[in-house]
């Protein structure tokens, strides 16, 4: 059972970091929903609602916006908010986007608090590929809980990052905190 491949669709930007995942149990990843490679222009923003929450990674959907779980999380628990129009900047957002970013950004906080007790957030958008975005076509912005001396060596001494939990797992934890 350890050595069975899993497959998680989702959205992120892969970096040097190989992920060390160390579940307390094997959770059950379903993997038909993998993207098929013909469709690689297809933007991963504008993909992602049309699969279903588990399949997505997608922890809620609201109204203009959705907020999903990032697939190549710098820490347990880091989510996106995103809304659903394919647009690059913060300034292209109608009032009713920016405001629902705004709120759903405030509940990713709530919901993350509640799941894992986070001692500090990072909370931010990237514009453009200068500014670090690694989708830099659809706006996104990052929700990343911290802890004291999270990130404090294993990056640096394994090119590893851990995770206490696999991302199905989060994203149920975070859906369910959420209501
Ligand atoms: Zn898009």
């Known amino acids: 059972m350890a050595d069975e491949v899993v497959r998680q669709d989702g959205i992120g930007s892969p970096d040097q970091l190989e992920r060390l995942w160390t579940p307390y149990r094997l959770a059950y990843i379903r993997g038909e929903s993998k993207p098929s490679s013909s469709e690689s222009h297809e933007c991963p923003f504008c993909r992602i609602p049309k699969l279903d929450d588990e399949a997505g990674l997608v922890v809620h959907r609201g109204e203009t916006c959705y907020v999903v779980l990032n697939l190549y999380p710098y820490a347990s628990g880091h989510v996106m908010v995103c809304p659903y129009r394919h647009v690059p900047e913060y300034v292209d ?28 957030f990072n909370i931010g958008m990237n514009q453009g590929v200068a500014g670090g975005a690694g989708i830099a076509a659809h706006l996104h912005q990052h929700v990343v809980p911290r802890w004291v001396g999270d990130q404090n060596f294993m990056p640096i001494i ?22």
């Open 93 to 120: 957002t109608t009032d009713e986007e920016a405001v629902e970013m705004a709120e759903l950004t405030k509940k990713a906080v709530t919901a993350i608090r509640q799941v894992s007790q986070p001692e500090g």
């Open 158 to 179: 394994g090119g590893t990052k851990t995770f206490p939990q696999l991302l199905a797992d989060t994203r149920r934890l975070l859906a369910d905190a959420w209501k």
